[in-house]
């Protein structure tokens, strides 16, 4: 059984390439940059018809983003590799959001506060002591984060509404006043006041989340007194890279040295990071050799409707940024501690519905934009998923994906699964999105050639990614920046 299988599988790529010899009818066609003429696939052609269908261009950048070299996208580096900004000094934004892991941390959930070393990343990244993670979600890419027009987070609790911005400081969907002038901005403000991502247990532990913001921005200007105070030398350090970003020379730290501030150059450093010059991307524009024949293959299957042999995954995946940036229930088995509004609803997370409190938002989660997807691995909101083909399979059929998730595939120890099938025997008596589809293994294999060709090579290069990250030789006074060690 098994050999003819095999010999099957063998011969398929033969018989493929059999069907793919251009007939007639089809054109050449000659790229502007080509010195010979390419001709066109029947796959080409279905795919050019896709594309124009959808009005696809490749590029999903609307608006300018900041430059990286700009005075306050440079200051904004330095603080999101800072562990000043967090309570006990030991985690900082790039613990858990590293341009060299993808902009995430390679784990399925995030480890904040309390790690066994603190400046390890990627998978020797583990709780002192070996507890469990406090972090119930997955950290997502902050690569091409400027991107998103309407929400930030898995659940969209940071969302844009009509008049602004709303933000769980305000009862959704009232608009909060210091949200700032836009969503990275206003996302900036939670992580430090989450107690498991930054806070931590000592940190201004009765305040609420504005009075540890300011806490922590005048530690950082050394003009309020809090746990842990910085060094003089260390808050020098600071008042001079701010009033050089803001081209203050004079002004106070009281004034510069603000959580506003902070906010808005560490949006301006995170809306830098656009990174979408990918094959794909040169394939739309017309270089018809930039993708492979199964990436060509996989594009069909997931831009073609059920009707066309396809797999309509553009249903939700839309655009050149590849998510409509709504809400969905796909049924991603719920692994880890859960986020819930009551301690008796512990270990699972109801995802969109702890924002809207609707019924119908039960296990609903943000799509995800693909771009990059290869690099931001483990996937889902709780990186229930550590391959992409696993979550390729999944999207294919969610309900056997979710019946028959194989805890085996978790790499993070203490992982929380001994609630697994009670929360998905919960899960699957909700409405799920998407329903399950029967696929060959080979249209998994095309659908992942298909997303890789959607990572930028830059994200991939250390070389290319380093004008993201602070020179390791320039630390800090006091050696706060995090100059992170890799166990992959
Ligand atoms: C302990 C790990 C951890 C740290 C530290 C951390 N984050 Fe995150 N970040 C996460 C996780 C997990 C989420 C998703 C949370 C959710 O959706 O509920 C997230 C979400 C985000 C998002 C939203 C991404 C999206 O696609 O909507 C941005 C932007 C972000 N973080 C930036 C930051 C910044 C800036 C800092 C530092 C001030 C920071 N993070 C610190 C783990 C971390
Ligand atoms: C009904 C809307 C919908 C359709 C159709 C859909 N997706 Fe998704 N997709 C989502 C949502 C929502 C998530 C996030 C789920 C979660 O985190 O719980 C997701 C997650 C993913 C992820 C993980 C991304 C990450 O960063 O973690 C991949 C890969 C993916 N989808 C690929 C596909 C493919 C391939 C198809 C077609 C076979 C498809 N999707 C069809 C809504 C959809």
Redesign the pocket.
Known sequence: MRLHFLILASLLPLLMSCESRPTDEQKIYTPANASAPVLRSEWDIALSEVITQQGLTGNPVRIPPPNINDPKAQLGML??FNKA??GNLD???A???HPLLGGG?NLS?????DAADPDLLGHGRVLAGNQAPG????????FN?GL?QQ?????G??AQVTDGITTPDTPFPTVDALAGGNL?HA??RF??T?V???RGKQFDPHGTAQSCRDSLAGRLGGYVNTPKALQKTETRYWLDAFRKAYQAPDASPKTLITEQHIAEV?SEY?RSQVFVNNPWRAYVSGDLEAINAAAKQGALLFFKGRDQGGYACVECHRGDFFTDEAFHNVLLPPIGPG?SLTAAEDQQDFGRFLVTQREEDKFRF?T?SLLNVEVTGPWG?NGAYTTLEGMVAHMLNPFNGAVYYDVAQLRQPNLQTQHLRENIREMLRSDSDLSGQTYQEQDVRQLVAFLQTLTDPCVKKAECMAKWMPPADQQDPMGLQLNARFER
Do not use: Y
Request: with cysteine; glycine share 2%.
């Open positions: 603080l999101f900004l967090s985690v900082a934004c613990s858990c959001h941390d959930l995030s480890i904040g506060v972090v119930p979600r997955n950290a997502p890419s902050t984060i998103w929400a930030m987070f898995h659940d609790r940071v990275v996302q900036a992580p430090i989450s498991a991502e930054m560490l995170q986020k943000r995800p909101h």
